[in-house]
């Protein structure tokens, strides 16, 4: 079963950091670009950022609210992807998903985690 | 980034079809044939419909259908049932490497 599970969440302090594991199963997860995206407590969905697979780069890219505080990484030979929250704010208190690209040269979320939820609050 | 704007709410009887729409720019939705369409029932992850525009993933109903025209994608949802009362997003591929979901739209069926 293709399963992605999201780990890492809890209440931490403003200006603090956190990071999130989203670990993979079911697929060969080096060979996907994955993502992560958040919801805030009764709001929509919010594109927070992704990582591409190695074989096309690896590169990363982020929203303009999370650039330059959030980082993206992967290591493929445990299938874990990883948001390195710092300087955390009360606004990016959200559930956080863990998705995985439908292919490298598209642009469709077709597995998605449960979620992991981030408090940030002092 | 601004989101793409989707109505708030939109309702049908069983059986009736709706439409929804996703209204991007020239930067997302209108320069590429990337946009996807999400379900999302209360308290439940996001679910693919759609993708680059048009296709269904498999296992997903044939009621679910999308298309796109200039700066707008759309989601028309067929034969209205019970089960389709959800929130749905669309999603874009960006000119700035980077991805946008849309405000989100309610579904209701009377």
């Known amino acids: 079963e293709v399963q992605l599970v999201e780990s890492g969440g809890g209440l931490v302090q403003p200006g603090r950091s956190l990071r999130l594991s989203c670990t993979a199963s079911?697929?060969?997860?080096?060979?996907?670009?994955m993502s992560w995206v958040r919801q805030a407590p009764g709001k929509g969905l919010e594109w927070v950022g992704f990582?591409?697979?190695?074989?096309?780069?690896?590169?990363?890219g982020y929203a303009a609210s999370v650039k330059g505080r959030f980082t993206i990484s992967r290591d493929d030979s445990k299938s874990i992807a990883y948001l390195q929250m710092n300087s955390l704010k009360t606004e990016d208190t959200a559930v956080y998903y863990c998705?995985?690209?439908?292919?490298?040269?598209?642009?469709?979320?077709?597995?998605w985690g449960q979620g992991t939820m981030v408090t940030v609050s002092s | 980034q601004s989101a793409l704007t989707q109505p708030a709410s939109v309702s049908g009887s069983p059986g009736q079809s709706i439409t929804i729409s996703c209204t991007g720019t020239s930067s997302d939705v209108g320069a590429y044939d990337f946009v996807s369409w999400y379900q999302q029932h209360p308290g439940k992850a996001p679910k693919l419909m759609i993708y680059d525009v048009s296709n269904r993933p498999s296992g997903i109903s044939n009621r679910f259908s999308g298309s796109k025209s200039g700066n707008t994608a759309s989601l028309t949802i067929s034969g209205l049932q019970a089960e389709d009362e959800a929130d749905y997003y669309c999603?874009?591929?960006?000119?700035?490497?980077?991805?946008?979901f849309g405000t989100g739209t309610k579904v209701t069926v009377l």
């Open positions: 079911g697929f060969i997860f080096g060979d996907y670009a």
């Open positions: 990582i591409r697979s190695k074989g096309y780069g690896g590169t990363t």
């Open positions: 999603s874009s591929y960006t000119s700035s490497d980077t991805g946008v």
């Open positions: 998705t995985k690209y439908n292919r490298n040269d598209g642009w469709a979320f077709d597995i």
